[in-house]
């Protein structure tokens, strides 16, 4: 199917031309100095500049414990930018721009830090007028969030009469179930609930956010979303990267925690929630929480029947380079039994879905960069095309490309022209490029904007990370208690383990081929 071409206003950060700007506000970033400021952060801030969709009342302070001088940061942020931006680099803007930037350096633990930088809050406010607003962003590693956040509020820089307060939490937030509900505790003695804004990067991709737009604004597919016409969906995450030099993070953490608990489950939430009453934060959120809620949580025999954990050995990498296996990455231990790839099934047990299984898998070193969502709806009966050369029929797929390819495609089936009755499988699609001129951005534009709007929802609440982490838990109890003996178990630049074939084979069902 060819598209329409749609000339739109997008921006970088993906909103439309007639937005308004955030609310002034001044930014304080904790952990200035780190990778996720210059690789994320920073880009995303100029691309809110750049399209006019932050006010011009704004300040940044950068906060860490690298020693600099705002203006060694300064230096720091102009080669940072020119190394990351998704846009072209446009010195004088930059100028105007990067002189927003003022840095302290100290300990997170040291209430001088706090002092100091509610000083520099009242400085550059008064100057910038800002009206008081100020959003905090933990940038760090997440062993310190709960410090920070117990920091803020002891030195009673979370609230104000003047202005709100808000505070982002990066993830991963806590390790396990226990660490989460402890973290929230320690953030809720000082916060308030819609203070808090806890990042899920995944539901700043267009694509994501696309899904709810996607069920909700056309009429044709809700009544086909339930058990009376799917038969499963597969969620696949594959990153074609191995571990690089992040091994001494995910040697402790592992791909259920690093992706499945937090981004796929959020995905999940998305495509199988019911219809939320409005688009409000909270009508969404509701439903998200309750989709989790009927999540079933696994029984140890389950999940040594329905989840599959793998770990790579060495193989290629994407330039047919020969790859070092996980286990000899750096900072990992040569002995690891962390999986760096896994696939489970779930089940949802509401009245929507009971009875249709759902597929994820995620994993690292993988054959190619992709994620997709795909969803198998039933055959038709087979049994009207007897007497004819078609011996059977295949089953209607809706595909929902989330990257590095963006679009939704729809599989069915056609007549092949001539004479007899012959079938084949083609595809109707549709692509963002093709459609809109959206330009790319980070991903993290939208959720800063957000934030500074006061719409809280493409983030995360209490009770729905809790719950996330509630179906992730007995998976991670039975993976501890019987470390996997056949690590390695796949080859890097592979599609995983075999039992995870197996996995679904054993339904009958196979992971859609991607190529
Ligand atoms: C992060 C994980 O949350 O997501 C990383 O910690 C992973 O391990 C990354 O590589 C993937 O993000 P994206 O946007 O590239 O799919």
Sequence with gaps: MKNTKVVSQSSIAGTHGSDPCAEPATIV????????????????????????????????????????????????????????????????????????????????????????????????????????????????PPVVFGLLARMIGEAGMNKSDKGWRRLIIEKPFGSDLESCVNLSKDILTHWEEDQIYRIDHYLGKETVQNLLTFRFSNGIFEPLWNKNYVDHIQFTVAERVGVELRGG???????????????????????????????????????????????????????????????????????????????????????????????????????????????????????????????????????LFRDTPVDHLEANELVFNIQPEQGIEIKFQAKVPGVSMHLQNVRMQFEYEDAFQAARGTGYERLIYDCMVGDATLFSRTDLVEQAWRIAQPILDVWRALPARDFPNYTAGTWGPKSANNLLARDGRAWRIID
């Design 29 to 140: 970033i904790f952990g200035a100095s780190g990778d996720l400021t210059k690789r994320l952060l920073l880009p995303a801030l100029w691309n809110l500049y750049c399209d006019n969709l932050l006010s011009d009342r704004f300040a940044i302070i950068g906060a860490s414990n690298a020693e600099l001088t705002t203006e060694e940061f300064r230096n720091n942020l102009t080669e940072n930018i020119q190394d990351f931006s998704t846009r072209d680099f446009e010195p004088d803007r930059w100028a105007g721009f990067v002189k927003k930037f003022s840095y302290l350096v100290g300990n997170f633990g040291d209430p001088k830090l706090f002092k100091n930088i509610q000083a520099e809050i009242d400085k550059v406010s008064k100057e910038n007028n800002t009206g008081g607003n100020v959003l905090y962003y933990t940038a760090t």
């Design 249 to 383: 993070y995910y040697d402790k953490t592992g791909v259920l925690k690093d992706m499945m608990q937090n981004h796929m489950f959020q995905m999940l939430a998305y495509l199988c929630m019911e219809t939320p009453n409005s688009f409000q934060a909270d009508a969404i959120r509701n439903e998200k929480a309750k989709l989790l809620e009927a999540v079933r949580i696994m029984e140890p025999q389950a999940v040594l029947e329905d989840c599959v954990r793998g770990q790579y050995g060495p193989g290629t990498d994407q330039n047919d380079e020969p790859m070092v296996g996980y286990r000899q990455a750096p900072d990992v231990n040569p002995e690891s039994h962390t999986e760096t790839f896994a696939a489970v099934k779930l089940h949802v047990d509401n009245w929507r879905w009971v009875g249709v299984p759902i597929y994820l898998r995620s994993g690292k070193a993988l054959s190619r960069k992709y994620t997709e969502i795909v969803i198998r709806f039933k055959k038709a009966p087979e049994v």
